[in-house]
């Protein structure tokens, strides 16, 4: 049994990695087909590090730090990086690390613009990067730039019509802060080509009709799979009575990732070279393929990177048995709008512990505070995150380290064929599509 569990590769780090000094947030930016265009990064210093960065010298490090500490693939997987630098920032040596093709600069339409920001952005215009102008409210205070930016964020749904038709033609319209379809509606009425926000992540208001069985039975072994006393027997009957999960094994441990010079005999010895913890979780995600084939992509991001996370969480808090638990909360946690059903329904068909149904429920226990710590953190809301954190007793030392493991493991599944492998619906996307949006 020693040697089943060692095998994992996604191991419980023992300590936070020192080297992740900053936090970073995301936030979604979409576009008219609902497709993830690219992610706003919100950065702040990681607890125990300094907390001052009012100087322009202390934030551009921060920025630098964190980008160059988690990687801009790991934090948009080739998406474009929306990164708001104020006017002195642009005369800073941190725009230097920040690649043009990759990154969209901010510049908040409140600041002073004076000539020699002007010169600055023509500079980076001809250096190739895209310049977004923010917080926008009115076209007189930022006229000067209105001909150098790409995109105009508004900080509602509605674009005044008087201040829309000075926009140069060409120039892309984001919509902020659009946290229900009927804002997305809204805005696109108003023209908006692209738009910011978590509305996706909104449970649709459709009448409550029974759950089908299909989706039961794959809610049931999403259950089991992350139990955990969970034997290797008891994975290898679950998996041998699932042709498509059996046959994901069987690709994942011959990917290159996993190459072997021996035939694979069984399924109990595909298991015992993937390890119990790294086939559950890869199952686990295969099966929350199948359930969500027809929802937003990015729903499937957020429920594999918050349950890694949730785990890494609960087991800081709470020990090694807990981590199960947080990751079973922080991957059901989308359900009710993946499956469009309410939560209390879903719950109801599984046979889930108390504590686990209260989380998921919206009733206070520890499993609720580590959720709410997870999606505060995630969206770059730190003022929420760190209290959250504080009182379900997680070191708040662990949060950076943590969230940076939950991107790498989402970003690592992609790069392993098994998890490629397409769900059996028919027309339904690849791993890779459902974890990353392609």
């Known amino acids: 049994m020693s040697e089943w569990r060692s095998q994992s590769s996604f191991a419980v780090p023992a300590a936070p990695a020192s080297s992740f000094r900053v936090m970073v947030g995301r936030q979604p930016i979409l576009d008219r087909r609902r497709q993830v265009y690219g992610y706003e990064l919100l950065f702040r210093p990681a607890a125990g590090q300094a907390a001052d960065v009012t100087s322009e010298d202390a934030a551009a490090h921060v920025i630098a730090d964190g980008i160059l500490s988690f990687g801009l693939h790991r934090l948009t997987n080739g998406r474009r990086a929306f990164v ?139 259950y089991a799979l992350n139990d955990p006393n969970l034997s290797l027997s008891d994975l290898e009957d679950l998996m041998k009575h699932d042709a498509s999960l059996c046959y994901r094994l069987l690709r994942t441990v011959n990917s290159a990732g996993f190459a072997q010079t021996r035939e694979i005999t069984s399924i109990r010895h595909a298991l015992l070279l993937l390890g119990r913890d790294t086939v559950r979780r890869w199952a686990s995600l295969w099966v929350m393929t199948d359930l969500g084939a027809a929802a937003h992509a990015e729903l499937l991001v957020m429920a594999s990177i918050r349950g890694r996370f949730c785990e890494l969480l609960a087991h800081n808090a709470s020990g090694e048995a807990a981590g199960g ?114």
């Not at 939950?406 to 059996?424: E, F, Y």
């Open 325 to 438: 638990e947080g990751f079973l909360v922080g991957m059901c946690s989308c359900l009710d709008v993946i499956l469009e059903q309410p939560m209390a329904a879903i719950v109801a068909e599984l046979p889930l512990s108390s504590r686990v149904s209260d989380a998921l429920l919206g009733r206070d226990n520890e499993g609720r505070r580590l959720l709410k710590c997870a999606i505060a953190y995630e969206r770059g809301d730190w003022n929420s995150a760190l209290p959250l954190a504080e009182a379900a007793g997680v070191d708040c030392a662990w949060l950076a380290p943590a969230h940076a493991d939950a991107l790498t493991w989402a970003h690592q599944l992609t790069r392993t064929p098994g998890v490629r492998c397409s769900s059996r619906t028919p027309g339904a996307l690849s791993m890779n599509s459902i974890i990353w949006g392609h």
């Open 84 to 222: 708001e630098l104020t006017p002195a920032f642009l005369r800073h040596d941190v725009v230097n690390v920040l690649p043009s093709e990759r990154v969209v600069i901010q510049i908040p339409a409140d600041a002073d613009i004076d000539a020699e920001t002007l010169a600055a952005c023509r500079r980076l215009r001809n250096d190739g990067y895209q310049l977004a102008l923010s917080r926008f409210t009115d076209f007189t205070r930022a006229a000067g730039l209105l001909p150098l930016v790409n995109f105009v964020k508004t900080g509602t749904a509605v674009l005044p019509a008087a201040d829309a038709g000075v926009l140069p033609g060409g120039t892309s319209t984001i919509a902020g802060d659009v946290q229900s379809y009927d804002r997305f509606n809204d805005a696109i009425r108003s023209g908006y080509t692209h738009f910011q926000g978590f509305f996706f992540e909104q449970p649709a208001s459709v009448p409550s009709r029974a759950i089908p069985r299909g989706q039961i039975g794959y809610l049931r072994l999403l």
